[in-house]
């Protein structure tokens, strides 16, 4: 299967900041990857596809980038809705797989 | 919106079964899936189904999943047999938007394996 690895595990930002997050694929699956959002409690919820296509309502802050192997989840001003963990997801290749997760919190 | 329901514990060597109520639309019109996340841990694909019957599981788990599709309750359901703890975990239940991305999810219903 596709091993998803993102990074960093632990991103610490001050609200207003730039967070940049990584997520690399074992092998290349073209722009078939998304990226979701999960608070405490609650269920992921998806923000981007096509590694680029911003999901329905999602704010314009969240903008998604890359192809092949490397792929970025930018969120260019972090509000406090945004301190969560987030998850890159591969749809090249079954069985679908996601990252393990990188958790923006408070600086 | 999607509706999980089901127990809540279950004891090792059982068969673990949920149960998705889709509302807001028809089961027929799309792939419905099932994610679970064992608590502190990240999301593990299970499996999907299309209500003619196309399907596809996740090969850590295929030997003991099954995955169902009821029209007339536009409900789908999971059943995931010989439990262990390691089966402890939040179980959503998802659209699966083109047999691609996972929207909307579910609320998720924790299910614990323990005697």
């Known amino acids: 299967e596709v091993v998803m690895t993102q990074s960093p595990a632990t991103l610490s930002v001050s609200p207003g900041e730039r967070a940049t997050l990584s997520c690399r694929a074992s092998?290349?699956?073209?722009?078939?990857l998304a990226w979701y959002l999960q608070k405490p409690g609650q269920a992921p919820r998806l923000l981007i596809y096509?590694?680029?296509t911003r999901a329905s309502g999602i704010p314009a802050r969240f903008s998604g980038s890359g192809s092949g192997t490397e792929f970025t989840l930018t969120v260019s001003s972090l509000q406090s809705e945004d301190f969560a963990v987030y998850y890159c997801?591969?749809?090249?290749?079954?069985?679908?797989?996601f990252g393990q997760g990188t958790k923006v919190e408070i600086k | 919106q999607l509706q999980e329901s089901g127990p809540g514990l279950v004891k090792p060597s059982e068969t673990l079964s949920l149960t998705c109520t889709v509302s807001?639309?028809?089961?027929?019109?799309?792939?419905w899936s099932w994610i679970r996340q064992p608590p502190g841990k990240g999301l593990e694909w299970i499996g999907y189904?299309?209500?003619?019957?196309?399907?596809n599981y996740n090969p850590s788990l295929k030997s003991r999943v099954a995955i169902s599709v009821d029209t007339s309750k536009n409900q789908f359901s999971l059943n995931l047999n010989s439990v262990t703890a390691a089966d402890t975990a939040v179980y959503y239940c998802?659209?699966?938007?083109?047999?691609?991305?996972?929207?909307?999810w579910g609320q998720g219903t924790l299910v614990t394996v323990s005697s």
């Open positions: 998802v659209r699966l938007g083109s047999l691609n991305w996972f929207d909307p």
């Open positions: 807001g639309g028809s089961i027929t019109s799309y792939y």
């Open positions: 189904m299309y209500y003619r019957g196309s399907s």
């Open positions: 092998q290349s699956v073209n722009s078939d």
């Open positions: 096509g590694a680029s």
């Open positions: 997801q591969q749809y090249s290749f079954w069985p679908r797989t």
